[in-house]
């Protein structure tokens, strides 16, 4: 595999004797020099990397580089990289949309044609394989000052029961008492008007229909603004349907506009390395959490709309037989990106992280919700509850356990404010309740966590400010173990990551870090920052061991409660068998990962081990797993890939 060391180790070139002789020279600069060489031959020494692990930079050629938002570990161990505009307005204007699909053993890409701007998007495993894609960028954001067009929400009603009514973009909304026009931005479809007889006097009572659509005023300029709510006629229209179909709005001014959603949803193929549309999200979102249930179905909650509003609590069920939505029958209403957990009994854990959009005191408490009753049961004790947002939340290994970990986080929207506290909660407690466990390495937004096979948990990178500002990135990880509630620092990242980046297990037990989205590039705020499109390799130490264990054997479909056996020399030395669902990340979210642990017996022959895997569907939703073998030395053998398919009776 080819892999560029990183710009630090490609200067260094310098045995222990100079490097000690440099760092005794006279002057600031030499002084310098001699310190980093130092640290290059630090950093390099085995014993180091056995302790701390080692970084490296991947070898991406030019045209394959861009500023991965989202990435996926698909069953075929090649990752999914997603700009799609890659917040970047002129690439949206342009309609340049990006995916690349990597090839980490092989170190080779693939770039894929991309149908929508999936910027934003959310994205999770299906139970085949696939991974579904919902949502992502209508529009981009436009600040105060950067507003031409007056523009806002237009909802148009209907009150014909007989049939729908598609308007495209471009339909002109003229106001009956300010006289302004305005126009569509998007196509949009109204439905039916429900119309209903009473069973006892026959009367039949029609109630409207409505739909939403942002428009903006012909022409530049403040006096095409409106101050007040007025109906407008819409143009083209004659005869009853002139009656039946009309628009209202409110203020249509020259504020702020925030980035506006898509309802467009995609099954990504591993096999056949596309896009498939499926049918849309009955909401556009921008910023949703989609979150795999134990019946293979999937929940998606919140997202910008197609106004730029968060979608006010209608959450809905992705059917991945029917390819088809279906709202939930009551709401509940969660910020932008919630972390949102599958946990026992088929229910819903929402830790309280978060990213972005959404009141500062509306659906950011943490608690667990059950989706049939609709019901909340708070959990309470969260340390730093208004500097959640931008936190890295964890279901700690193993699963089993149903402990979880909120790390870091920052205040709302801007805010300067962040923390270094972690949180952990006990779900199986009779009254769970949040615990502050040890600190991370510095206060931080946007940490990025990933289990690891070993039942650690690597956290790295952050920023002390909103999207690194003041030159407030941190270069820092550490490993933190659940069994003994302790964390160590470990090798530093080579780069800065804040914004927009994020990480991933790999099958071979390594980590890739990806992204970064700083808003300046220097310590003054002056300078614009750039998108750091490189992408990093972490070895961690018990990759440093003289050996590893090797698990043999095809690839396999196990279902819940059965067993599957593994070919493995020193079958003896084995201590767990981890059972491991590929991560999904984006936007510090990442609610897929988890780790099972499961019981296993070493062969008769002690040539092998047979796992035999959990009854319960909450524990492991149906999907593709990496199944990983770890020694009496803590080293994981590289994964092989086992299919669990959906349980007969989940969800019911």
């Known amino acids: 595999m080819k892999y560029r060391p990183s710009r630090r180790t490609r200067r260094l070139a310098i045995g222990s004797a100079v490097v000690l002789a440099l760092a005794g020279m006279n002057g600031p600069a030499l002084f310098g020099f001699a310190s980093e060489k130092y640290h290059q031959y630090k950093i390099n020494r085995p014993e180091y990397k056995a302790r701390n692990g080692h970084w490296d930079v991947v070898d991406v050629p030019d045209e394959y580089r861009i500023n991965t938002i989202h990435a996926a570990l698909l069953h075929t161990g090649k990752v999914l990289l997603v700009a799609g505009s890659g917040n970047n307005a002129a690439m949206f204007r342009a309609k340049t949309f990006r995916t690349v699909l990597w090839d980490p053993k092989a170190n080779t890409f693939k770039n894929i044609p991309t149908p929508k701007d999936l910027f934003c998007a959310g994205h999770t495993q299906l139970p085949d394989g696939k991974l579904l894609v919902a949502g992502g960028t209508q529009r981009y954001e436009k600040l105060g000052g950067d507003v031409k067009k007056a523009g806002g929400l237009m909802i148009v009603y209907n009150e014909d029961p ?195 959009y959404g009141p500062a005191d509306v659906g950011r408490t943490p608690g667990i919700w059950d989706l049939k009753s609709n019901k909340f049961q708070v959990v309470p004790g969260m340390s730093d509850p208004d500097i959640l947002e931008t936190s890295m939340s964890v279901l700690l290994p193993p699963a089993q356990d149903q402990r979880y970990m909120v790390l870091g986080g920052g205040g709302v929207g ?53 999207r690194g500002r003041g ?102 030395s084995i201590k767990k068998m981890r059972l491991i669902r590929p991560g999904s990340f984006t936007h510090v979210t990442n609610v897929e990962q988890r780790s099972i642990a499961l019981d296993f017996t070493v062969t008769q022959a002690k040539d092998g081990v047979t796992i035999t895997l959990p009854k319960d569907p909450s524990l492991v939703p149906p999907g593709w797993y990496m199944l990983t073998a770890v020694d009496d030395q803590g080293t994981p053998s590289e994964a092989v890939w086992l299919k669990v398919p959906v349980a007969a009776g989940a969800g019911e």
């Open 414 to 466: 801007e805010d300067p404010k962040a923390t270094a506290k972690t949180r952990i909660v006990d779900l199986h407690d009779p009254r769970p309740r949040f615990k502050d466990g040890p600190d991370l390495y510095q206060k931080v937004r946007y940490p990025s966590s990933v289990i690891m096979p070993d039942d650690t948990v690597l956290t790295t990178n952050g920023s002390g400010d909103y």
């Open 162 to 356: 007989d049939g729908p009514k598609t308007f495209p973009a471009g339909t002109l909304f003229t106001g009956k008492e300010n006289g302004k026009t305005f126009e569509s931005k998007d196509p949009i479809v109204v439905p039916r008007a429900k119309k209903r007889a009473d069973p006892k006097t026959g009367k039949v009572t029609v109630t409207h229909s409505e739909a939403r659509v942002y428009v903006e005023a012909l022409k530049d300029g403040p006096k095409y603004s409106t101050g007040a709510q007025d109906n407008y006629r819409i143009q083209g229209l004659k005869g009853t349907d002139a009656r039946n179909f009309y628009g209202i709005a409110q203020k249509l001014s020259f504020d702020k506009k925030d980035f506006q959603g898509i309802k467009d949803s995609f099954e990504f193929d591993p096999v056949a390395e596309r896009y498939i549309p499926v049918d849309p999200m009955n909401e556009a979102r921008w910023y949703p959490t989609l979150t795999t249930l134990e019946d293979g179905k999937v929940l998606s909650v919140s997202g910008l709309d197609e106004i730029g509003q968060v979608v006010p609590g209608k959450n809905e069920i992705y059917d991945p037989k029917t390819k088809k939505w279906k709202y939930l029958p009551k709401q509940r209403f969660f910020p932008t990106y919630p972390a949102l957990f599958l946990t026992d009994k088929g229910r819903i854990f929402y830790t309280g992280s978060n990213a972005g």
């Open 471 to 572: 030159d407030s990135n941190v270069l820092r990880a550490e490993l933190y173990d659940p069994r003994t509630n302790t964390s160590r620092e470990v090798a530093e990242p080579l780069v800065g990551r804040n914004y927009h980046s994020g990480a991933l297990l790999l099958p071979d037990g390594r980590v890739m870090t990806f992204g970064s989205d700083s808003l300046f590039g220097d310590k003054a705020n002056t300078k614009p920052g750039t998108f750091e499109q490189q992408i990093d390799l972490y070895t961690p130490p018990y990759l440093f061991h003289d050996s590893r264990p090797v698990l043999v054997g095809a690839r396999k479909t196990v279902r819940l409660g059965g067993k599957a056996t593994y070919k493995t020399e020193h079958a003896t």
